[in-house]
């Protein structure tokens, strides 16, 4: 579909409207989700070196809960909020990709 087959629709930003031609990649596009902070994602490629909850747990928050080597670094993971280990998504020595959830906190 060329831009002039694309009709001419309205795109609110904050308080402003605008006037264009949305594509359909815009319009397939995966939407802005807030971090939750109750799940620990894996914001880097690498490998469980420990674990250091189990589920049930309590920790507080900035209490260490694993660790994660990556590049040749070994990655503290603090835990963001005081809660509950509700369920640890990961084992020792497991390769964990960019955006996996690792650790979900009650």
Known sequence: MTNRELKIEELKIFHCVYKTRLS?????????????????????????????????????????????????????????????VKSVNVSKGEKVMKGKLLIEIL
């Open 24 to 84: 359909d990649k815009y319009r397939k596009r995966k939407l802005y989700q807030p971090v939750d902070p109750r799940k620990i994602i894996c914001f880097i490629p690498g490998t469980i070196v420990e674990i250091q909850v189990k589920e049930g747990d309590h920790v507080i928050e900035g209490s260490e809960i694993l660790i994660l080597e990556a590049m040749k670094m070994k990655n503290r993971i603090k835990s963001p909020v005081s809660g509950t």
